[in-house]
C-alpha cells in the first residue's frame, strides 16, 4: 500500500465515523424546518470564518494573532504521535487524525450529516465528502511531486484569495451543499428514499 492510498484510507475512516456519530446524534433531531435554519446559520458562519481566514494570510506577520493554547496543544499531539510511526501505517494515521484537526469547512459538513436523519445517511454524507475531496488531494499531491517549488510558493498564494471568495459564495447561499438556499429541495428529500 502507498502512503498516499493509506492516508486516503485513515480519512475515509474517520470521515465515516464522524458521520455515522453525527447521524446518530441528529437522528432524534429530524426537525426539518429547525434543521435547515441551523444550516443556513452554519453555512453563514462558515462563510464568515473562511473570509476571515483568507484575510488573516494577508496580515502583515507581526499583527498574526499567535494560536491558542489548546490548538498547540492538538497539533504538538498530532506532530508527537504520528512522528512515531513511519511509512504507510504512519501515513494512515494521519489520516485517521485529520479529523480532528480544526476545519470550519469539514465541521459544516458534519452539521449536515447531523441533518441526514439517521447513521447510514450521515456516514454516507461523510463518505460523499470523502469522494468529493479525492481528486484535489490527490492532484495537490501530484503537483508537489513534479512541479517546482518557485511555482508552488506562487500558487498558495492564492489560496486566501479562493478562500475569501468561496467564502462570500458560502454567505450568499450559493453552495451545493445546503440545496435548500438556492430553492432546490431540502436535503432530507434524498434520504426519504433510503429509509
Not at 94 to 108: F, M
Not at 175 to 183: E, K, L
Request: hydrophobic share 50%.
Amino acid at each position: 500500500m502507498t502512503v498516499h492510498t493509506a492516508y486516503q484510507a485513515g480519512r475515509l475512516v474517520a470521515y465515516a465515523a464522524l458521520g455515522t456519530l453525527a447521524g446518530i446524534l441528529g437522528q432524534g433531531m429530524l426537525f426539518a424546518g429547525e434543521v435547515v435554519q441551523a444550516q443556513k446559520a452554519v453555512l453563514i458562519g462558515l462563510g464568515v470564518l473562511m473570509i476571515g481566514t483568507g484575510l488573516w494570510h494577508y496580515l502583515p506577520t507581526r499583527f498574526r494573532p499567535k494560536p491558542g493554547k489548546g490548538s498547540r496543544k492538538l497539533m504538538g499531539f498530532v506532530f508527537r504521535t504520528t512522528g512515531r510511526v513511519e511509512g504507510p501505517e504512519g501515513a494512515a494515521l494521519i489520516g485517521l487524525l485529520s479529523a480532528l484537526l480544526p476545519c470550519g469547512y469539514l465541521y459544516g459538513f458534519v452539521a449536515l450529516a447531523l441533518a441526514a436523519g439517521g447513521p447510514l445517511p450521515g456516514m454516507a454524507t461523510m463518505v460523499g465528502v470523502w469522494l468529493g475531496t479525492l481528486p484535489a488531494l490527490l492532484g495537490a499531491a501530484y503537483l508537489a511531486r513534479t512541479c517546482s517549488r518557485r511555482f508552488l510558493n506562487k500558487l498558495s498564494g492564492l489560496t486566501p484569495a479562493v478562500l475569501i471568495l468561496l467564502g462570500i459564495l458560502a454567505i450568499l447561499g450559493k453552495s451545493t451543499a445546503f440545496p435548500d438556499m438556492i430553492g432546490g429541495p431540502h436535503c432530507f428529500d434524498l434520504w426519504a428514499s433510503v429509509k
